[in-house]
């Protein structure tokens, strides 16, 4: 049955040719597991379509209803909790997967000539799912939504010149409420598909076009004596000729895809199962006892902005932006040497080596537990007052003990073997520096909390 | 199937002519809907705003009175000398949506008729500030802000000290204003 439907739709459409030139097609020797990364993009980016689309059935997109909506969603619909939840923890998936992908893509080397421009299309579609994510997550309208859209769009507003437009763009306004959701919505929901469509047709028509780059080699294929007067396209077109020569076909790599694609199907749908959407309290404009943090893929940005201070900060923010999005653009423009393998790239290597530990670096530092929620540990009872009062007094919010505060100021886990008495007693009721003065702290405070600092040992 | 163009002759040129005319109304088209798009999804939110300077800054997500003054309460029921965490019921417009919000910000006494409104977001990335009674300080949970009672800023990284409100006391009532944003 099935196979005289499809020589019904042959007949008249003679398509087989194509489907078989899909499958069939060589692609070089040794593309194995290192390459399932651009596939399983693919394979999260329709998860998310689809569990998206499905979402918007209950989904409301006001301030009043959204949050109730998405508890409708997860406590009353049936599956509505794995739903929502396969569409969060594949957002999440997809942030991991797309930066895997980027990384194989830069070890390899496979942004040279002449895929520059799968690299650049590649660069923009990460951007536009940053953007899915940080439009998404305001649309749930819980604590975490509301306040990481506040310091997002003041993020914008850093930009010089157009940074006060861009702000307001954003936020429909200057006000974070119901315009802000119901742009934010419609971006998410309509503008953002509609670009990433786009440039994953472009991305995916590259990748098919131009066959899947040969992994690097240490030397290039010999093309004989006369091999190096060709010109640079039919050298290349010869060697692909060859690697292809001694590949397999597609549809041998497809099965890894597939096999790497349902293992990724499996944890989203555990973690969907297990773990749900966890959902903070309604977003609370006028709350302050929250202590807002962005989502994990965001955490080392909001980590980052401990370090720039001063005057200069808001264009510190814009240049590192645009620095990291211009670095990544036009990484094939100013890398342009044809050598791909690793080893002989040691400065790239390096530097890929160095931003990796960057971001795993400030993502570490900016997901510890939030500053002052609890008071740092007191080696004795006797100090325990201190370490209250430390707590109290705000001290955590810049200064590290024992792992747990904030990093604007000094780590003082040791501080009592580098001052005394009342150089501690000096500084606090004095300030120095970014040390701001507390000369009003009563002197049994101020006493409590040097005895904890001098305990410090 | 092969190509039907001729390689020389005067075809080329009429597919050139006929090309330009086609990529003329692609752009035509093009350019007449962009121009009110842009214009629709910017409007409201940008229009009778200036260019910001080199520096960028944070505004207070806060919505805005209609009103020129919201009453806030009674001065003399306020403690002096200690910002208090208020709300205030403010006529808001939210696009199409009227409504009355309650709005939090501290509020200070600083003499028998004077006080001061501060909102309550820190001016480097909108967190919401916290007023440390013990310490007698503002804080910011999120990169280390500090600011002392009258809202200068000690410590951290805020560009600016806490954005006021403008403010008017009329019978032994605090009345509030609109936000003083720097620059605005």
Same mark, same amino acid.
């Given at each position: 049955m099935w196979r005289r439907l499809v020589s019904w739709v042959d007949e008249r459409l003679n398509i087989m040719p194509l489907w078989h030139g899909f499958l069939d097609r060589k692609v070089p020797k040794?593309?194995?597991?290192?390459?399932v990364f651009g596939s399983a993009t693919l394979f999260l980016l329709l998860v998310q379509f689809a569990t998206g689309i499905f979402l918007t059935?209950?989904?409301?997109?006001?301030?009043?209803h959204a949050y109730h909506s998405i508890e409708f969603i997860t406590?009353?619909?049936?599956?509505g909790k794995y739903v929502a939840g396969v569409h969060l923890w594949s957002a999440s998936m997809l942030v991991i997967v797309i930066g895997v992908h980027m990384l194989r893509t830069f070890v390899y080397g496979a942004y040279k000539y002449p895929r520059e421009t799968t690299w650049i299309t590649g660069v923009v579609l990460l951007f536009v799912v940053l953007a899915f994510a940080f439009t998404g997550?305001?649309?749930?309208?819980d604590q975490k939504a509301y306040w990481a859209t506040v310091v997002g769009t003041n993020i914008a507003g850093a930009?010089?010149?157009v940074g006060d437009w861009a702000l307001r763009i954003l936020r429909g306004g200057?006000?974070?409420?119901v315009l802000t959701l119901q742009r934010f919505y419609a971006f998410h929901i309509w503008v953002l598909p509609a670009v990433l469509v786009l440039f994953v047709a472009a991305h995916l028509f590259m990748v098919i076009r131009q066959g899947i780059a040969a992994p690097p080699r240490r030397r290039p294929l010999d093309l004989g004596p006369a091999g190096a007067t060709l010109p640079r396209r039919e050298q290349y077109e010869r060697q692909y000729a060859m690697e292809k020569q001694a590949g397999h076909p597609f549809y041998i790599s497809i099965l890894k895809d597939a096999v790497f694609a349902l293992v990724l199907f499996l944890a989203v749908s555990a973690l969907a199962v297990t773990v749900g959407t966890p959902l903070e309290p309604p977003?609370?404009?006028?709350?302050?006892s929250y202590v807002p943090r962005p989502e994990w893929y965001f955490l080392d940005f909001f980590q980052l902005l401990w370090y720039l201070q001063g005057q200069w900060e808001p264009l510190w923010i814009f240049l590192i932006v645009l620095g990291v999005l211009l670095a990544l653009l036009l990484l094939p423009f100013y890398d342009r040497a044809p050598e791909r393998h690793p080893q002989r790239r040691p400065f790239a290597m390096a530097c890929a080596a160095v931003g990796i530990i960057g971001v795993l670096g400030l993502t570490y530092l900016g997901g510890r537990?939030?500053?002052?929620?609890q008071a740092p540990p007191a080696p004795s009872a006797a100090t325990a007052p201190g370490a209250r009062e430390f707590q109290a007094q705000g001290c955590a919010g810049c200064h590290t003990i024992g792992g747990v505060g904030?990093?604007?100021?000094?780590?003082?886990?040791?501080i009592g073997g580098a001052m005394t008495r009342d150089q501690l007693r000096t500084f606090i009721t004095q300030g120095r520096g970014g040390m701001p003065a507390?000369?009003?702290?009563p002197p049994a405070v101020l006493n409590a909390l040097v005895d904890y600092l001098e305990s410090l040992k | 199937m092969s190509a039907t163009v001729p390689e020389s002759g005067s075809q080329p040129t009429r597919r050139e002519a006929v090309m330009s005319a086609l990529g003329a109304i692609v752009g035509f088209i093009g350019a007449a809907l962009a121009v009110p798009l842009v214009a629709f999804l910017f409007g409201p939110a940008v229009s009778g705003t200036r260019p910001g300077g080199l520096l960028g800054r944070s505004i207070p997500p806060t919505p805005r009175s209609r009103a020129p003054w919201s009453p806030v309460g009674e001065l003399a029921a306020l403690p002096q000398g200690q910002p208090t965490l208020t709300t205030v019921q403010l006529p808001v417009q939210e696009g199409w949506i009227q409504s009355t919000m309650a709005v939090a910000v501290y509020v200070e006494r600083t003499g028998p008729d004077s006080a001061v409104i501060f909102d309550? @977001?820190?001016?480097?990335?909108g967190c919401p500030v916290v007023w440390n009674q013990a310490a007698g300080r503002f804080l910011?949970?999120? @990169?280390g802000g500090v600011y002392d009672a009258n809202g200068?800023?000690?410590?951290?990284?805020?560009?600016?000290p806490l954005d006021r409100y403008a403010v008017k006391v009329d019978g032994g009532v605090l009345y509030m204003g609109a936000l003083q944003l720097p620059g605005a």
């Open positions: 040794g593309i194995g597991w290192f390459h059935v209950y989904y409301a997109p006001s301030t009043e406590d009353q619909v049936p599956f997550y305001l649309l749930p309208y930009a010089p010149v200057t006000t974070v409420g977003a609370d404009p006028n709350a302050t537990k939030p500053a002052a929620t904030g990093t604007v100021g000094p780590n003082l886990s040791h507390f000369p009003q702290l | 309550l @977001h820190c001016t480097h990335m910011c949970p999120c @990169h200068r800023v000690l410590s951290g990284p805020p560009p600016r």
